[in-house]
């Protein structure tokens, strides 16, 4: 039997047609295929979804036709499916097409009519993680108790993700070796994140508190003490007697899931993960930051993106209305 590690690479181009490689490619195409993992995580469950839905109607799924699209995702729209849940599952069912090397259905202007259709029913505007105040940080953080192993992860955690303005999947994948403590600040070292997929080392700086209470880089530092380690996740689970998990590389990391419960069991049930980022982004507008300089922390490519992520829409703490002199 061949070695199917010897055989030709055949890659699907963005045009459809097929391009061979040398089998010595095949791990490179595999990563730029595929993408991220919390990507190819999502994007399963979602194509199991349509696959599902395609058995039902004894319809193809791959290839799919752009009258099988359009039905599936008018049954979303019609189950009250918010509109990026149903753009997420279109674009797993694109991806699935690359893969495949099939011409993609998502593509078809018969379909983006019925996209553009279905956001002006169901609406466009996405219900976004709120941002909380730092005298709501604040106050959470006080009510911690500091003198477990939990308090004292769960404030480093909170006051990083804020100061840093952190995705929950970057705080996740950080280890202990990321930290790097100088005279001027505590620097993160990002080897990776949802806006640098290739492996382009990013840094954030944290930096200190006038109150050691609520002091990121003092945070972070007891919590380091507390693990006995230079290395492996830096934040981890706890054991049975909120005690921190044995330190074996790779295991007992946070979830995505567990940050976002900690936000919520800290901050309240209306707010998420995402806060920590949006909260960092809205403050810093408001402080009058320029957008360079939380572009420098957030790692965003444009200023668009600090707009979309700004939470700024109460109209009685932002608003030129009250500098008109009158």
Same mark, same amino acid.
């Given at each position: ?14 045009? *459809? ?8 490619? #095949?791990? &490179? ?11 190819? @995580? ?9 696959? /599902?839905?395609?058995? *039902?109607?004894?319809?193809? *799924? ?9 039905? &599936? ?17 279109? #674009?797993?069912? #694109? ?16 379909? +983006? ?41 769960? $404030?480093?955690?909170? %006051? ?10 970057? %705080? ?25 997929? &290739? ?32 290395? !492996? ?6 054991? @049975? ?5 044995? =330190? +074996?590389?790779? +295991? *007992? ?11 919520? $069991? ?11 980022? =949006? ?33 700024? /829409? /109460?109209?009685?703490?932002?608003? #030129?209305? +009250?500098?008109? !002199?009158?």
């Amino acid at each position: 039997m061949e070695n199917s590690s010897l055989l030709p690479v055949v890659v699907p181009t963005r045009s *459809h047609s097929l391009v061979e490689l040398p089998p010595s490619v #095949a791990r &490179y195409v595999e990563a730029g295929l595929h993408g991220a993992e919390n990507t190819k @995580r999502g994007y399963a469950a979602d194509l199991r979804s349509f696959q /599902d839905y395609c058995e *039902h109607h004894q319809v193809l *799924h791959l290839p799919a036709e752009v009258t099988t699209v359009a039905g &599936y995702v008018s049954q979303m729209a019609d189950r009250g499916m918010k509109l990026a849940t149903i753009r997420r599952h279109v #674009a797993a069912i #694109a991806k699935l097409h690359q893969l495949a090397g099939q011409p993609s259905p998502t593509g078809h202007e018969a379909l +983006q009519v019925v996209l553009d259709g279905i956001a002006r029913l169901v609406g466009k505007r996405q219900r976004q993680a709120p941002a909380f105040t730092v005298a709501e940080l604040k106050q959470s953080i006080r009510a911690m108790d500091v003198t477990t192993p939990t308090g004292l992860r769960d $404030r480093a955690l909170l %006051l990083l993700g804020f100061a840093g303005a952190f995705r929950r999947s970057e %705080l996740v994948a950080l280890n202990v070796e990321d930290v790097e403590l100088t005279r001027q600040a505590l620097v993160i070292h990002l080897r990776q994140s949802k806006t640098n997929q &290739y492996g382009l080392e990013e840094d954030k700086a944290v930096f200190y508190s006038p109150s050691a209470d609520f002091c990121p880089v003092r945070a972070v530092q007891e919590w380091i003490e507390s693990l006995g380690r230079t290395s !492996g996740p830096l934040f981890t689970r706890m054991s @049975r007697g909120t005690q921190v998990r044995p =330190a +074996q590389p790779g +295991q *007992h990391r946070l979830t995505d899931q567990s940050v976002n419960d900690l936000v919520q $069991r800290h901050l309240g049930i209306s707010y998420s993960a995402h806060s920590l980022r =949006a909260s960092f982004v809205t403050i810093a507008v408001e402080a009058g930051q320029s957008n360079k300089a939380i572009k420098n922390q957030t790692k965003q490519k444009t200023d668009a993106m600090i707009e979309r992520y700004a939470r700024l /829409d /109460d109209v009685k703490r932002f608003n #030129a209305a +009250q500098y008109l !002199g009158l």
